[in-house]
């Protein structure tokens, strides 16, 4: 069954250094999306993307976070210079985006811990 | 501010049991509502959808949804110990979903 795949599963990284956490959507689907979650906290929206461009962003998705769909199967979140209160889980989801199909499918997971 | 609002729990239910998890949102707008599992330190996984009015029936789970009291709710019977985890609504439309804290369900021996 086809499933969303992310790497690395784990990223330690400084504060104030860049990272890239990569996602590989489902083929079929259009719509792509990152969410966190904060340990114990609840899954929160960060940004949605669509034809090769932001379809929607949050708050929390400020100048320092950007996406990218560099080719036609990955799709990446980078945070320019991160930040202690960055560190969390980063879940990618995709969706098929036709017609009433509104499914989102989250991958396994990117745990970031900045230090 | 758009809001999903759920219980958090734990519910406690022994097994063979039914389990109702319930949730309430804000924004009237809303066109989608889903179920997610998610196991401590895993992702969500999808479990049910609901888009209409009514009930939807799926093997163990039904997903009910009132638009008119804004209130979305799991049912799921014959509750197993793997269903332990927690339960997360979410709400929203193709561009994006607002999730509740989650509800953390426990299924007791």
Redesign the interface.
Known sequence: EPEVTQTPSHQVTQMGQEVILRCVPISNHL?F?W?RQILG?????LV?FYNNEI??K?EIFDDQFSVERPDGSNFTLKIRSTKLEDSA?Y?CAS?E?RG?T????????TRLTVT | QKEVEQNSGPLSVPEGAIASLNCTYSDRGS??F?W?RQYSG?????IM?I?SNGDKEDGRFTAQLNKASQYVSLLIRDSQPSDSATY?C?V???????????TRLAVHP
Do not use: D
């Open positions: 719509y999306y969410y906290q609840k899954v929160e929206f949605s379809s929607e949050s889980m879940f969706s985006g009433q509104y499914e989102q499918y989250f991958g396994p997971g | 066109q989608s889903f997610y895993k992702s969500p996984e999808l959808f888009y997360l979410g929203g439309g193709y561009n994006k979903l607002i999730f509740g804290a989650g």
